[in-house]
Nanobody, 119 residues
Framework: QVQLVESGGGLVQAGGSLRLSCAAS????????MAWFRQAPGKEREIEAR????????NLTDSVKGRFTISRDNRKNSVYLQMNSLKPEDTATYYC????????????WGQGTQVTVSS
C-alpha cells in the first residue's frame, strides 16, 4: 500500500506555469508506476501522464504533450508534474495515482489538488 498527498495547485493566468508535487509514503515507492490524472468540472477523470518505476519511460496524452512534464525522485518518494503554457481547458482537480504496472490499473490515489487557469 502507498499513501499519496498532492500539493502545488492554484489559480494562474493562461500561459502561466505550475508544478504539482505528490508525496508518497513507505519504502516501496520505487516499485510503483505513477501517474497524474485530472478531472474537469462535469467531466470524467482521465489519465494525463504516467511514469515508470525508475522514471525511465513516460507517457503523456496529446492534450498535454509538449507542455507538461512528469518526473519523479525516488530518493524523496515524490512525483512531479511541471505544467507550462497552461490553458483554461487545463482547469481541473489533479490527482496523483500509483500502480504496480505502467499500463495497469492505478489503484492508489491522493486527495487531489485544484488547478484553475483563467483566460
Amino acid at each position: 500500500q502507498v499513501q499519496l498527498v498532492e500539493s502545488g495547485g492554484g489559480l494562474v493566468q493562461a500561459g502561466g506555469s505550475l508544478r504539482l508535487s505528490c508525496a508518497a509514503s513507505g519504502r516501496t515507492f520505487g516499485v510503483y508506476a505513477m501517474a497524474w490524472f485530472r478531472q474537469a468540472p462535469g467531466k470524467e477523470r482521465e489519465i494525463e501522464a504516467r511514469i515508470s518505476e525508475s522514471g525511465g519511460r513516460t507517457n503523456l496524452t496529446d492534450s498535454v504533450k509538449g507542455r507538461f512534464t512528469i518526473s519523479r525522485d525516488n530518493r524523496k518518494n515524490s512525483v512531479y508534474l511541471q505544467m507550462n503554457s497552461l490553458k483554461p481547458e487545463d482547469t481541473a482537480t489533479y490527482y496523483c495515482a500509483a500502480s504496480r504496472q505502467f499500463w495497469g490499473n492505478y489503484d492508489y490515489w491522493g486527495q487531489g489538488t485544484q488547478v484553475t487557469v483563467s483566460s
